[in-house]
């Protein structure tokens, strides 16, 4: 079974300034995929990034990049020059392997920039 | 492609109706998943099939709730009787393929009852 942990409920950042969200996640898959999804107030779920547990490098789509630790089972998302849009929630959610394709989510961060 | 459609968008029922979501998932995808999500559990999956088969409904609350995917390009979540505790926003996602397929998610429907 997998588990994904995100400490923090809310967040309150100044705008331009760069974001870092938590997300730990436990599984004891030998490989196995980490996404961020953001949701904004209108209640879409919309992906941002992915990485693959083998993947060597973090994985980075335009201001957003995945902190990947494996040792420490982080993915935290990094979102550089936040911007007011960026207001959302936030789930980071992992997929097991093998044909599972099932994506567990976490509780979600609640973040909120200031202009 | 138009992305997963999910109807209705919203509902509002009486505690003892019957209620059924639909789900038009992404062309050529063979991976459906129905969420619920809830200010107080978060997003809970509630059963996914993988090729019109259903592989893990664990999830699915208890016998009230049932879901079917009888092809490739339709998913329904019934509940009977409904309860007001089931007042949630269901998501339906479908995703091609394994491990890194990206899961794109419907707009979500959101049901009262009352």
């Known amino acids: 079974a997998q588990k994904i942990t995100q400490t923090q409920p809310g967040m309150f950042v100044q705008e331009k300034e760069a974001v870092t969200l938590d997300c730990t996640y436990d599984?004891?898959?030998?490989?196995?995929?980490l996404f961020w999804y953001k949701q904004p107030s209108s209640g879409e779920m919309i992906f941002l990034i992915y990485?693959?547990?083998?993947?060597?490098q973090n994985a980075t789509e335009g201001r957003y990049s995945l902190n990947f630790q494996k040792a420490r089972k982080s993915a935290n998302l990094v979102i550089s020059a936040s911007q007011l849009g960026d207001s959302a929630m936030y789930f980071c959610?992992?997929?097991?392997?093998?044909?599972?394709?099932?994506?567990?989510f976490g509780t979600g961060t609640r973040l909120t920039i200031i202009p | 492609d138009a992305g997963v459609i999910q109807s209705p968008r919203h509902e509002v029922t009486e505690m003892g109706q019957e209620v059924t979501l639909r789900c038009k998932p992404i062309s050529g995808h063979n991976s459906l998943f129905w969420y619920r999500q809830t200010m107080m559990r978060g997003l809970e999956l509630l059963i996914y099939f993988n090729n019109n088969v259903p592989i893990d409904d664990s999830g699915m609350p208890e016998d009230r709730f049932s879901a079917k995917m009888p092809n490739a390009s339709f998913s329904t979540l019934k509940i009977q009787p409904s309860e007001p505790r089931d007042s949630a926003v269901y998501f339906c996602?479908?995703?091609?393929?394994?491990?890194?397929?990206?899961?794109?998610f419907g707009q979500g429907t959101r049901l009262t009852v009352v």
């Open positions: 990485q693959g547990s083998y993947d060597q």
């Open positions: 959610a992992t997929v097991s392997n093998f044909g599972n394709e099932k994506l567990t």
């Open positions: 599984t004891s898959d030998p490989s196995y995929g």
């Open positions: 996602a479908s995703s091609f393929g394994p491990l890194e397929a990206e899961a794109f």
